[in-house]
């Protein structure tokens, strides 16, 4: 299992857009990601749900990857968040 | 004749038939379905459909509406497909043996009630696009066709309110303006509209009334009057406006990628003022040759807490990367009068207009200062980029916010961070007293920008904030004219350049005068780069630039 934790820099925060690019970026590895704040956490493929956690600017949150490509998932996502998020 | 008053969200007077929008709304039956995997295959269908609708429709979008519009439509598509969507419908046609129509429907008020439920305001109205999706895949369900426009002629269109789905999807070339019951100023129906350049007003409540259809209608974008019936004269009037609107519209499209340059050759830089890294496409659209002013409050407005070095720096590096190379020029921190954050713990003010706002607080509590200056420079790796700092009286507070700045360089350096070594450092001219020792204040930074509302209110002693002072805030007095010409005149005479970044830069009576003082820079919102660029290629210095200075220093006719 890996983790990394963001700070969210983007005004608006977790919104549509990102969130589906996230869930797009996602499905290319095989890896489960899971996305906590606080004391929630969600699957994120699941887009509704992710939205629904209303993530703002200035929230930290843990990412959580499990799988065979967690090791490149992570790499990838990381870039993902510091780039849209 | 009738006037109605809504609220003008897209500029344009429509004229034509007034038509009501008539939305075919599928009547849905709850019924147990005996094959729930031939329901589960009959939505899966109706799924793919939608996908594939609405990645036409977003295609359409970006052709009508550019990329903003599209992007709309990319969510709706992300939405329909999403796992968690349909694994609720799922749960309803399998576990509750629910048909396609009726799951579809309760999963889309079960997540509309979640989104509503925020309390963030983006996301609450996410809920209308929820629905709107969930509407489209039960009309494909049950066969009913969304609404088209039966009429042969063009219309102006009334609704209560327009999704942006059925507001794409509409014959363009068949509406002449949108009329709507509710809505607001950042509705999606607004924003399709302005980009689309078709007039349209929301918010005017139950006020048109069912009878009036078919009857000639008039709204006015601008103004936000509907009105009904129109008298010869007041038709007269308008389509005189129509007319003028079409003609300048037709011009300033013209005048894209145009050099703002007047007729004697004298050439002025025209920028935009931006509050956040989303105005960014405004700027693209609009032409704006650079950021004169980046207003970087939004990231402590937006916050509960100081914003980190790192979530500024992602914010200016954004800004600055996305401007490719082009001038950007950010003011550090102007809170304090009528901007208060409640996590800064300011004491209350008996006078907080003169009290301690923007640098005076930055230079009280230097740490606040520190974090942004630094990830200021740490984003100047990323671009052309200039700090600007607002409301300085003296020359000291200069040389004490420089000297931050060398220190803050000085550690970058150490620690191997990049950034840009000729950054420029400026100051707002916004204060009489930097205005009268613009002489001194040139000696210290590489730009001047004029803040030019305050600049009056400070010089005429007049609350902005005051609507009562009406006629003794005036922006033109010769004071505050004189003040600036000073300031232009000391810039020059020690070789840095000097711009206007308030709202006096896009006032189209002043910018020949701006012109004759040698302003090297205009700094506007988006939208008036235009206009402007046209004003400034009409002018030609030589004939008015002595006229127009004398006026300044002698008697100015308005006073």
């Excluded at chain 1, 925060?13 to 929630?40: D, M, N």
Aim: charged fraction near 25%.
């Amino acid at each position: 299992m890996k983790t990394f934790t963001y700070t969210i820099t983007e005004p608006v925060g977790i919104h549509a857009r990102p969130a589906g690019l996230l869930v797009k970026e996602i499905k290319k590895y095989q890896s489960a990601v899971t996305i906590i704040k606080g004391e929630k956490s969600v699957n994120a493929l699941k887009l509704m749900a992710l939205m629904g956690m209303g993530i703002k600017c200035g929230d930290s949150v843990t990412v959580q990857l499990e799988g065979a490509d967690e090791d490149a998932a992570a790499t990838a996502l990381e870039e993902f968040f510091k780039t849209n998020l | 004749m009738i006037t109605i008053q809504g609220k003008g969200v897209s500029a344009g007077v429509g004229m034509g038939p007034l038509y009501f929008y008539r939305r075919a709304t599928a009547t849905i039956s709850r019924r147990e379905v005996a094959d729930t995997v031939a329901e589960w295959q009959r939505f899966k269908g109706a799924q793919t459909t939608a996908i594939t609708q609405l990645g036409e429709l977003a295609e359409k979008a970006r052709a009508e509406a550019g990329d903003e519009a599209a992007m709309l439509f990319e969510t709706h598509q992300m939405m329909a497909e999403d796992l968690d969507y349909e694994e609720a419908i799922e749960e309803k046609i399998n576990g509750e043996k629910l048909n396609a129509e009726a799951a579809v429907r309760d999963v889309a008020a079960q997540f509309a009630a979640m989104f509503e439920s925020m309390d963030d305001p983006y996301m609450q109205a996410r809920s209308a696009d929820v629905k709107d999706v969930s509407d489209r895949i039960v009309g494909i369900l049950s066969g009913v066709v969304q609404g088209g426009i039966a009429s042969d002629v063009p219309v102006l269109l009334a609704a209560d309110d327009l999704a942006p789905s059925e507001t794409v999807q509409m014959d363009k070339t068949k509406i002449l303006g949108f009329v709507t019951a509710g809505g607001s100023g950042s509705s999606h129906t607004a924003i399709l509209a302005r980009t689309m350049g078709i007039p349209a007003i929301v918010g005017v409540g139950d006020a048109l009334k069912p009878e009036y259809e078919g009857r000639t209608v008039i709204a006015d974008g601008a103004t936000g009057d509907v009105i009904v019936d129109p008298d010869d004269m007041t038709r007269d009037r308008m389509l005189k406006k129509r007319a003028e609107q079409l003609r300048l519209q037709r011009l300033l499209e013209t005048l894209k990628g145009q050099p703002n340059e007047t007729k004697d050759g004298k050439s002025i830089r025209i920028y935009c003022n931006i509050g956040s890294p989303e105005d960014l496409h405004a700027v693209d659209v609009n032409d704006g040759g650079g950021i004169g002013l980046f207003r970087s409050e939004f990231l402590y407005l937006n916050s509960k807490d100081y914003p980190t070095e790192d979530e500024q720096f992602e914010a200016y590096r954004k800004v600055l990367s996305g401007m490719d190379g082009k001038e950007v020029i950010i003011r550090t921190l102007d809170i304090g009068a009528d901007k208060q954050i409640g996590y800064f713990n300011l004491p209350k003010e008996e006078n907080p207009a003169m009290g301690m706002r923007a640098l005076r607080i930055c230079l009280t509590r230097p740490e606040i200062f520190q974090t942004q200056i630094r990830a200021l420079y740490r984003a100047s790796a990323y671009g052309k980029l200039g700090i600007m700092f607002p409301m300085v009286t003296s020359v000291w507070e200069v040389r004490e916010a420089k000297r931050i700045c060398t220190e803050v360089k000085r550690a970058l350096k150490k620690e191997g961070i990049p950034y840009d070594e000729h950054v420029q450092l400026g100051i707002m001219i916004e204060t009489p007293a930097a205005a009268i020792i613009s002489d001194r204040l040139a000696k210290e930074v590489d730009f001047f920008s004029c803040g030019t509302n305050d600049l009056t209110q400070y010089t005429l002693a007049c609350d902005r904030q005051n609507n009562d002072l009406g006629r003794f805030y005036d922006p033109h007095h010769p004071a505050v004219l004189r003040l600036i010409k000073l300031a232009a005149e000391n810039a020059h005479k020690n070789g840095i350049w000097i711009g206007i970044c308030g709202e006096l830069g896009a006032d189209l009576t002043l910018t020949e005068t701006f012109l004759a003082m040698g302003i090297d820079e205009l700094s506007v919102s988006p939208r008036a780069v235009l206009p402007l660029r046209n004003a400034v290629r009409m002018t030609d210095t030589r004939e008015s630039a002595p006229r127009l200075l004398e006026a300044i220093e002698d008697e100015y006719p308005a006073n």
